[in-house]
């Protein structure tokens, strides 16, 4: 990854040609959404982070090509046959036409310009050795593929190591900031701009931030997209900007998680929680509450008349009330979390037995089990309670969530895509990252029930959906059925039951 700045020397910008460009560049524009975040000082927290141009590699292409015939003509590359088997590696074989004339060179360059060579039956060299060793990087290499900006105009396409440095010459950036592993292509990046006396950018290199669980390389994320792991670059399960968009997290919370982490040369792993924690501090202060019931079990309540009907009101925050409230319905019928209730009572249990009332939150009642109902395989799959008021019974040991009139949801359930720490470790994982897929990464749940406050939901708003976790409405949701990603769950006591 390389980030290209200009400090008012000339325009910015980025650029993508790798077959990801869709997805980096699509119209949910994650730049523009990332920018919503709180800048670190000096920036004011208005600033936006918009860029000042976004430029394309192949908005060079003939400018590109001209500084290679400057550079044949300076005696600083040739028209090499070598195989591409040849050539990789560190220990390539040193080429037999490197010292080829400089005219014969241009007159061959041209020709695979025009498309008279096969691919791989030549590629222009550059004169150099880099810093791991490797002599002679290829500038340009013949590929008879439309590019997805520029068609069937050219066929011979530039490197990175070649297209890196002058580009950023071209436009006029003063800093390339640079993963660690490109410091490698430090010396190709200075030497190519002296080569060819135009001016030369300065390039700085960081350690890559890198999590446990997943993994970040884009040629790795292309893999898990054309397999079918995942859907697309924005799947939740990913920890690309749109994934993590779409999941919910909110941009203030990877501006907070990067800060936390900080810039360092070195090559760091860190803990995908640690994020998770950044994200949960903003939404518990921005995700306003709504509740869900994820694995209903409907419960009647035999003291209420049959056209019972009241309106409750719950605070958006209940932390702060003074943030608002919304209105959901409350009815002779409510549905429960399968797990709030037990037939059997149990050590430590709080909620719902037999012999253990509960209270319902928001609502003012306590409700107690008479009968429990069952269908023909044993399974209960019914509750008929009474109620009474929560001000005259006795405190009961917990509140739990439930819905009433509800609407019918999907919910998408995440876990880490896969099941080992460092999927990319063959020590670890010794048959490849794609061998480590976790085949629980992703639960749907169709038929889940979320209170009525959530109706009018535009896609990605954010909620906590009360002791359940954070939620963000997907991309995915239709006027007849919204759908919603877990973004984060609750920072809850593993040992509480």
């Not at 050539?87 to 025009?114: A, C, I, Q, Y």
């Not at 998408?412 to 010794?430: A, G, M, N, T």
Request: proline share 7%.
């Amino acid at each position: 990854m390389a980030l290209r700045l200009s400090f008012g020397l000339g325009p910015a910008g980025s650029r993508e040609e790798q077959p990801s460009h869709q997805a980096l560049s699509d119209g949910s524009r994650p730049p523009a959404w990332f920018q919503g975040g709180t800048p670190a000082p000096p920036y004011r927290a208005t600033s936006r982070y918009t860029p000042y141009d976004i430029t394309h590699a192949s908005d060079n292409f003939q400018k590109l090509y001209d500084l290679a015939v400057d550079l044949i003509r300076r005696g600083h590359a040739y028209v090499c046959h070598q195989k591409v088997e040849e050539l990789k590696g560190h220990n390539v074989p040193p080429s037999p036409w490197r010292d080829r004339p400089t005219e014969e060179s241009l007159v061959l360059f041209e020709r695979m310009k025009k498309g008279i060579f096969a691919e791989g039956e030549a590629t222009l060299r550059m004169k150099m050795v880099m810093e791991d060793g490797k002599m002679d990087p290829v500038a340009y290499r013949i590929k008879y593929t439309p590019h997805h900006r520029t068609g069937d105009e050219w066929c011979i396409y530039p490197t990175y190591d070649y297209t890196h440095c002058l580009c950023d010459s071209i436009e006029n950036i003063t800093h390339s900031l640079c993963t660690k592993e490109f410091q490698a292509r430090r010396s190709s990046y200075y030497w190519l701009c002296n080569a060819l006396d135009v001016y030369c950018p300065v390039q700085w290199e960081y350690g890559r931030l890198n999590l446990t669980y997943t993994v970040v390389s884009k040629r790795k994320i292309i893999k898990l997209v054309e397999t079918g792991v995942v859907r697309d670059w924005d799947d939740p399960r990913l920890f690309t900007l749109t994934a993590l968009r779409r999941r919910g997290f909110p941009p203030e919370a990877i501006n907070n998680f990067c800060a936390q982490v900080g810039v360092t040369v070195s090559q760091t792993t860190t803990e995908p929680h640690l994020l998770e924690s950044c994200v949960r501090d903003v939404l518990n202060d921005t995700a306003p509450r709504a509740m869900a019931v994820l694995e209903p079990l409907k419960v009647t309540i035999t003291n209420l008349p049959k056209d019972t009907k009241m309106d409750v009101r719950v605070p958006n925050f209940p932390a702060n009330e003074d943030k608002g409230t919304h209105t959901i319905p409350f009815t002779r019928t409510i549905f429960i979390e399968q797990s709030d209730f037990r037939e059997v009572m149990e050590k430590g249990y709080k909620r719902l037995t037999p012999e253990q009332p509960v209270g319902l939150r928001h609502a003012g009642y306590v409700i107690s089990v008479q009968k429990v109902i069952k269908d023909s395989q044993g399974k209960v799959v019914e509750l008929e309670v009474t109620c009474c008021s929560s001000e005259t019974a006795e405190k009961p040991k917990a509140f739990i969530h439930w819905v009433s009139q509800p609407l019918v949801c999907e919910v998408r359930l995440y876990e880490r895509l896969f099941l080992h720490k460092h999927p990319e470790d063959p020590s670890e994982v010794p048959n490849g990252f794609l061998s480590d897929i976790n085949p629980n990464s992703l639960q749907v749940i169709s038929s889940a029930l979320v209170d009525i406050s959530v109706k009018a939901a535009k896609v990605l708003d954010k909620w906590q959906f009360e002791r359940v976790g954070y939620f963000s409405l997907d991309p995915d949701s239709t006027t007849d059925q919204l759908v919603f990603n877990r973004t984060v769950t609750l920072k809850e006591d593993p040992g509480k039951i």
